[in-house]
């Protein structure tokens, strides 16, 4: 795991921060979720195996929330958010479960329905924005093609709004540097540009995929309050997926931790953060230096996240968990509640 800012002093801080909008977030339990994720199971089949990379996952979103979802590479995360916006490629496939946007079912939609939804009503934000950009056409008219695609402007509209979005994003001089190229902008002014064209045709929903990972530390800021200001300004609901705690800390409203394509634990980011209830939880979070504690060396997680094809039965963290016992190693636990959050663990059962 790697902190742009390491101190878990500063993490909390930041969280208790976050606490009044967890709050809110709880409060709007009783608001429609614009997402819903039921029991989503997603594989790869191949000659020999099929390997299932997310295994049962649920989880809603409503309007205006910033759901952060985080773990390990290799847990499921990145996997969970393009299945929601229907980017699985061939031969994976969603193999159970369902996904609702709003009350219609969107995981069984034909191709070009899904494109239509994809732009329109979600939005996606990459790790890397020059995959997002062509670098053969301005970012001008990268943005106009998109909103002419979903919305029904002219070609004057769709300029004018191009120019709005490129100022809303922070795009310093949008009139003149609507005309230039990918390449022309820095790191973190491409990834302004990526969530200009994600923002295009006003989607409910906006799935980011580690979108500060390649930027340095002050341009990954800038970002997190442009995201942040977005879900406040319109209502926009969010998939923020990340390794990074730091970033979950900052901007998320509630955290799902994955491990081995399963939600290991689920809840409010600060109750999460300072009570972990999970052990893998738990060793994420010890694994982040404090400036307060004196220590020569930070703690870890033995071993290393299962491969696809061979998780282990019973709890697939059980052969790192320092808690393990012989149930652990026999049956698989599902999220039951611990206070404020959902934990998958039998050390809750009593």
């Known amino acids: 795991m790697t902190l742009p800012i390491p101190e878990v002093d500063r993490l909390q801080q930041r969280s208790d921060r976050a606490a009044p909008i967890a709050g809110r977030a709880t409060l709007a339990n009783t608001v429609a979720p614009l997402l819903t994720v039921e029991e989503l199971r997603v594989e790869f089949p191949s000659r020999d195996v099929t390997l299932v990379a997310v295994d049962g996952v649920s989880f809603s979103i409503t309007p205006g929330e910033v759901l952060g979802v985080v773990g390990e590479s290799g847990a499921g995360k990145s996997v969970t958010g393009a299945a929601v916006i229907g980017l699985i490629d061939p031969p994976g496939r969603i193999a159970g479960g369902r996904i609702m946007l709003g009350d219609r079912r969107i995981d069984n939609l034909p191709p070009e329905a899904m494109r239509r939804v994809r732009g329109r009503e ?16 301005t970012v001008g008219r990268q943005l106009i093609e998109t909103i002419t695609t979903h919305l029904d402007l002219s070609p004057r509209a769709a300029h004018k709004r191009a120019l709005e979005l490129l100022a809303e994003v922070g795009i310093p001089a949008p009139k003149r540097r609507i005309d230039q190229y990918p390449h022309q902008f820095s790191g973190g002014m491409r990834q302004r540009v990526v969530i200009a064209l994600a923002l295009a045709a006003s989607p409910k929903l906006i799935i980011a995929d580690e979108p500060t990972t390649a930027l340095d530390v002050s341009i990954q800021a800038q970002i997190i309050m442009l995201l942040k200001r977005l879900c406040r300004d319109h209502g926009t609901a969010v998939m923020l997926i990340t390794h990074d705690m ?22 409010p980011v600060s109750d999460v953060i300072h009570r972990p209830a999970h052990p893998y939880t738990r060793g994420l979070m010890g694994s982040i ?20 094809n061979a998780i282990p039965p019973g709890c697939a963290f059980h052969p790192r968990c320092p808690h393990v016992f012989d149930r652990c190693r026999r049956e698989r636990p599902e999220l039951m509640p611990v206070g404020p959050t959902f934990a998958a663990c039998w050390l809750h059962v009593h």
């Open 122 to 137: 979600i939005g996606a934000v990459f790790q890397d924005p020059l995959t997002s950009l062509n670098p053969l056409y």
């Open 246 to 267: 730091g970033v979950i800390a900052e901007t998320a409203d509630r955290v799902a931790v994955m491990y081995a394509g399963r939600i290991v634990e689920i809840g």
């Open 289 to 308: 230096p404090s400036i307060a504690a004196d220590r020569e060396s930070l703690a870890q997680i033995d071993g290393t996240m299962p491969r696809l």
